[in-house]
């Protein structure tokens, strides 16, 4: 069984960063494929970023040139690298694993979730 920790939520002011990290236990972290996901009040859980195993990401196209996702290996955590942020990113962020060589933008597919992180930003 997998265990994911996120960290780093916060209150920040609009154009603000923040980074958000991810602890993962309990399994294989090199071989999963690892994402991001948030959830707005009153909306569905959506897509904002993966990387797999050998490094390969992407993001959703609300999120690319302003986040960044990378990880460590060594020390089995995954990043959320946010620059820039809006009001419209105010959200609980997810970390997710996923068993899969591949990502999925569905949160259906991915396999395990951290309990969530608050990120507010304020305009």
């Known amino acids: 069984q997998v265990q994911l920790v996120e960290s780093g939520g916060g209150l920040v002011q609009a154009g603000g960063s923040l980074r958000l990290s991810c602890a993962a236990s309990?399994?294989?972290?090199?071989?999963?494929?690892m994402g991001w996901f948030r959830q707005a009040p009153g909306k569905e859980r959506e897509f904002v970023a993966a990387i797999n195993y050998s490094g390969m990401r992407d993001g959703a196209n609300s999120v690319k040139g302003r986040f960044t996702i990378s990880r460590d290996n060594a020390k089995n955590t995954v990043y959320l690298q946010m620059n820039s942020l809006k009001p419209e990113d105010t959200a609980v962020y997810y970390c997710?694993?996923?068993?899969?060589?591949?990502?999925?933008?569905?949160?259906?597919?991915?396999?395990?979730w951290g309990q969530g992180t608050q990120v507010t930003v304020s305009s």
């Open positions: 309990g399994g294989t972290f090199s071989s999963y494929t």
């Open positions: 997710a694993a996923r068993i899969s060589s591949a990502w999925s933008v569905g949160a259906n597919a991915w396999h395990y």
